[in-house]
């Protein structure tokens, strides 16, 4: 029956979910959480967030949520000098491995001030990508490598384990860009209007619990877009962001 089918989508997305926040392998985790857009008080976990949001978000000032950063999944041709393949990457803001509370293999990791890069700018690898690549070589910090038609230069290895924010243990990211680097990967049409779409995370306050700064943000996210009042925003657990858009879609349907 339909309901039976329902019921059984809904514990597939709640197991799926719990195996890849175990899999998230960041100190704290059960701190970080998902800044969610809402539409008429219904949290949407398909539209994700904008710069324009975001900013007014951050301009007043929450108090039970911390370190904000963003996160944009992308595939790419990866090329290290020989030939091209396919990986996962994910464009993010310079604040992206510090709110994880994570340190470098080798190099270093992007930090804020990463967000001003352009074109030719910075690029950290996995752990497995600087393996199998390069050997594990620290003079891989430092080369120039090719990421769809992008020249971007090593600055450093992200730790052992790490496979980014989404879906880690599925699509295993094994680059991380400043958004503003991979621009032409990951803007879209419908980008436009409020600049980059993205997933936003945050970490709780000290003290703080997921209800409380959940109420914050719903006070805080009204009239967030003064184009569409039924817009807002919500917090709920950082397993619910870490789905990519296209499984998001089917979790929506399902639970």
Do not use: C
């Not at 709110?99 to 752990?127: E, I, T």
């Amino acid at each position: 029956t339909l309901a039976l089918g329902v019921g059984v989508n809904t514990a597939f997305f709640s197991i799926v979910n719990g195996v890849i926040f175990r899999s998230l392998n960041v100190p704290n985790v059960d701190r970080l959480v998902n800044i969610a857009a809402t539409d008429s008080g219904n949290v949407d976990l398909n539209r994700g967030l904008d710069e324009l949001r975001l900013g007014r978000l951050i301009e007043r000032q929450p108090q039970l949520v911390r370190d904000f950063f963003t996160v944009h999944n992308f595939q790419a041709a990866y090329d290290t000098g020989g030939a091209a393949s396919l990986v996962m990457g994910e464009a993010v803001s310079g604040k992206y491995f510090q709110s994880l509370g994570l340190k470098p293999l080798a190099g270093r990791l992007l930090d804020p001030s990463d967000d001003f890069a352009g074109a030719n700018g910075p690029v950290v690898l996995s752990a497995r990508a600087w393996t199998r690549d390069f050997g594990r070589d620290p003079a891989a910090v430092g080369r120039v490598i090719g990421v769809s038609g992008l020249r971007l230069t090593v600055v450093g290895i992200a730790p052992d384990g790490f496979t980014g924010m989404t879906a880690p243990n599925i699509f295993s990211a094994d680059l991380w860009a400043p958004q503003n680097s991979v621009k032409p990967l990951v803007e879209t049409p419908g980008n436009v209007r409020g600049g980059l779409h993205f997933r936003a995370f945050a970490r709780l306050s000290d003290g703080a619990t997921i209800s409380r700064a959940d109420a914050e943000l719903r006070r805080l996210g009204g009239g967030i877009d003064p184009a569409d009042a039924a817009n807002g925003l919500a917090v709920v657990p950082a397993s619910k962001g870490l789905l990519p858009v296209q499984l998001a879609t089917l979790q929506a349907v399902f639970g």
